[in-house]
Each structure stands twice: as structure tokens, then as C-alpha cells.
């Protein structure tokens, strides 16, 4: 079964920081691309960085220079560290596993990230 489980969200003020983490289980850790998406309340869910297997990267352009993907292939960890935090960033954060070469794609159930001004 697999799982992908976030943690790390919560309220922070504008500027500040937060470390989002997900912890995958069920799948082949190593080969899968990740990936963080948000939703926002009465918006559609849109993709915030991705991952390769290989490491490269990939950021929304409302995110670049503030927010940064890694992933621990030892831990089955992906992460998204997020500076400089905006009140418009508020949204449930998601986490997605994806294999390209059969388009198999998982997700968690989210974790909420306030931002007050």
C-alpha cells in the first residue's frame, strides 16, 4: 500500500520560514519523481516544485528563489523548505510520487500552511 504522508505545515507570519516534509512508503522510492502542488481555498490545485529521480529540479515561477525541493533517497524523505513565506502562499501543500514511464501517480492527503500579514 502506498503511502505519502506530510508534516511540517502550520501558521507562520509573513517572511518566515517552514520546512515541509513527506515521508513516502509502498513505492520504490529511489526511481519516482516527487513533487509539492497547493491548493488554495477556491482555487485549483497548481504545482509548486517537482523533483526528478535523477535530481533536477523544477519551481513555479511565484516560488523561485524563495522556496527549495530536496529529497533523502536513504530516508524515502522529499522536502520543501520555503522562506520568505507570503501571505498568498497559505494553501494545503501536497505531495506527489510519479513514474513517468507508466504515468503512475500518488498523492497525500495534504498538510495546511496559514501565512498572517
Known amino acids: 500500500q502506498v503511502q505519502l504522508v506530510e508534516s511540517g505545515g502550520g501558521l507562520v507570519q509573513a517572511g518566515g520560514s517552514l520546512r515541509l516534509s513527506c515521508a513516502a512508503s509502498?513505492?520504490?522510492?529511489?526511481?519516482?519523481?516527487m513533487g509539492w502542488y497547493r491548493q488554495a481555498p477556491g482555487k485549483q490545485r497548481e504545482l509548486v516544485a517537482t523533483?526528478?529521480?535523477?535530481?533536477?529540479?523544477n519551481y513555479a515561477d511565484s516560488v523561485k528563489g524563495r522556496f527549495t525541493i530536496s529529497r533523502d533517497n536513504a530516508k524515502n524523505t522529499v522536502y520543501l523548505q520555503m522562506n520568505s513565506l507570503k501571505p498568498e502562499d497559505t494553501a494545503v501543500y501536497y505531495c506527489n510520487a510519479f513514474y513517468s514511464p507508466n504515468g503512475r501517480a500518488y498523492w497525500g492527503k495534504g498538510t495546511l500552511v496559514t501565512v498572517s500579514s
Open positions: 523533483i526528478t529521480s535523477g535530481g533536477g529540479t
Open positions: 509502498g513505492i520504490f522510492f529511489s526511481i519516482h519523481g
